[in-house]
């Protein structure tokens, strides 16, 4: 499906630049191959709770469709282990690039929410949002007056940004400065990325969804 909705998105960018002057960059043509993709895959299993940008930041998402049993099951949040602290984040964008916002709590090994956050970034596209997200939990943790020794989990629901994060030589060219950004703000801490549900973090993509409101 992959081959026939980028051939259909280059024809159709090809008559736009051919008879209207206009045409889409490389990043926004992938974007748009990508919904197209999503469009198709959301007909075939229409049980997915994935949504477009969910998709556009882990597109090989579809390469093993949860079930309609497996959609309904619900996952929770985890309160970190004694000595440690979690910071849930998330990114949300209006369509495959647009307006953004971030958001992220932090609570403590009971529940507590210690702090929180809900911004805009202005234009973005769905994987700088969590990147960016996670960048500004990375500064705030770094701004309070605490334990060193305190362990900070943050959680995040994009498979690649994780990646990224662990593994920074295997980031895009375009990813790559936030990336090293983000790397850079935790270098002195005792941390660990976790790729988690969207269920589990929900919290923190209610903050970003309003962050967008804000703007």
Known sequence: MLF????????????ELLFHGKGLNVAQLSDIVLI????????KWPHSPMSVEDFLRNPDYWCRPLSEKDARVK??????PVGAVKFNTDGAVKGGFGIAGIGGVL????GKVVFEFSK?????????????AIKEALITFNSFDRDKEIILQVECDCSNV???????????IAFKDLVAQCLGLARNLKWELLLVNREMIR????????????E
């Open 4 to 15: 026939f909705a980028t051939l259909w998105s280059l024809w159709l960018n090809r008559n």
């Open 36 to 43: 197209r993709v999503d469009w198709w895959a959301r007909a």
């Open 75 to 80: 996952e929770v949040w985890l309160a970190p």
């Open 107 to 110: 609570r403590d090994a009971t």
């Open 120 to 132: 805009s970034i202005g234009v973005a596209d769905p994987t700088s949002a969590e990147l960016m």
């Open 162 to 172: 994780v990646s990224w994060l662990r593994q920074p030589s295997l980031s895009p």
């Open 203 to 214: 919290h923190a993509y209610r903050l970003a969804k309003t962050g967008i409101e804000g």
